[in-house]
């Protein structure tokens, strides 16, 4: 429970200070420190955190994924139907890490998602 706290305030601290800086390098360094620990955070930790934890991480690791495969996740249908495939995945496989379930799906709607 103590990493999760940690990911959840590293991820709030980073998310601020990108907002501070306008995304400047300055916030780059600590991104990688707070993905490193994002990364690690499997279905099971993420189902005991708090429902605005758990979409604030979940959010930031599809923008990272989406951005690795050169895509844009929309806020219509066809970005809920990531969010279903990562419910299924999760459920699937509750001791996967969030990042992989994400990524996966991610992937498997990149065909059908606008490019950036």
Same mark, same amino acid.
């Given at each position: 429970?103590?990493? +999760?706290?940690?990911?959840?305030?590293?991820?709030?601290?980073?998310?601020?200070?990108?907002?501070?800086?306008?995304?400047?390098?300055?916030?780059?360094?600590?991104?990688?420190?707070? $993905? /490193?620990?994002?990364?690690?955070?499997?279905?099971?930790?993420?189902?005991?955190?708090?429902? /605005?934890?758990?979409?604030?991480?979940?959010?930031?690791?599809?923008?990272?994924?989406?951005? $690795?495969?050169?895509?844009? +996740?929309?806020?219509?249908?066809?970005?809920?139907? +990531?969010? $279903?495939?990562?419910?299924?995945?999760?459920?699937?496989?509750? /001791?996967?890490?969030?990042?992989?379930?994400? /990524?996966?799906?991610?992937?498997?709607?990149?065909?059908?998602?606008?490019?950036?």
């Amino acid at each position: 429970m103590r990493l +999760i706290a940690k990911v959840v305030a590293a991820l709030a601290a980073f998310m601020a200070a990108a907002a501070a800086t306008g995304g400047a390098a300055q916030a780059q360094s600590p991104a990688a420190f707070v $993905f /490193d620990r994002a990364a690690y955070v499997t279905c099971r930790e993420a189902q005991a955190m708090t429902p /605005d934890a758990r979409r604030t991480l979940a959010t930031y690791l599809a923008e990272h994924s989406a951005r $690795f495969r050169g895509v844009v +996740i929309p806020e219509n249908e066809r970005g809920a139907q +990531i969010g $279903f495939l990562v419910r299924g995945g999760c459920t699937l496989s509750p /001791d996967a890490y969030l990042f992989v379930v994400i /990524d996966r799906a991610v992937q498997a709607e990149s065909p059908r998602l606008s490019k950036r």
